[in-house]
């Protein structure tokens, strides 16, 4: 089992950054891919960034030249750090793990971007 927990959320003027933060725990010796996704209401998760365990990351188009991701692999924590944040960037921001055997989910951190 793995347990991912995010912090860094928060509201924010359009322009501004956050940093988010995911901490895996647990059976993190099998990580394939480790990321983030995020959510809005009514529509369906979609994928911001992710890194493979071999240093591969994908961004999303809408977020490529603004956000960036890193890994820590000492500490198990991957980052997403969020620059010139805009209002439909806001979504509750959810850490994923792609393990050897299965997917984990953090509970989520809302990021709330004002114009």
């Known amino acids: 089992q793995v347990q991912l927990v995010e912090s860094g959320g928060g509201m924010v003027q359009a322009g501004g950054s956050l940093r988010l933060s995911c901490a895996a725990s647990?059976?993190?010796?099998?990580?394939?891919?480790i990321g983030w996704y995020r959510q809005t209401p009514g529509k369906q998760r979609e994928l911001v960034a992710t890194?493979?365990?071999?240093?591969?990351?994908n961004y999303a188009a809408s977020v490529k030249g603004r956000f960036t991701i890193s890994r820590d692999n000492a500490k198990n924590t991957v980052y997403l750090q969020m620059n010139s944040l805009k209002p439909e960037d806001t979504a509750v921001y959810y850490c994923?793990?792609?393990?050897?055997?299965?997917?984990?989910w953090g509970r989520g951190t809302q990021v709330t971007v004002s114009s």
């Open positions: 890194i493979s365990n071999g240093g591969t990351i």
């Open positions: 647990g059976n993190t010796n099998n990580i394939n891919v």
């Open positions: 994923y793990l792609n393990g050897w055997f299965n997917n984990y």
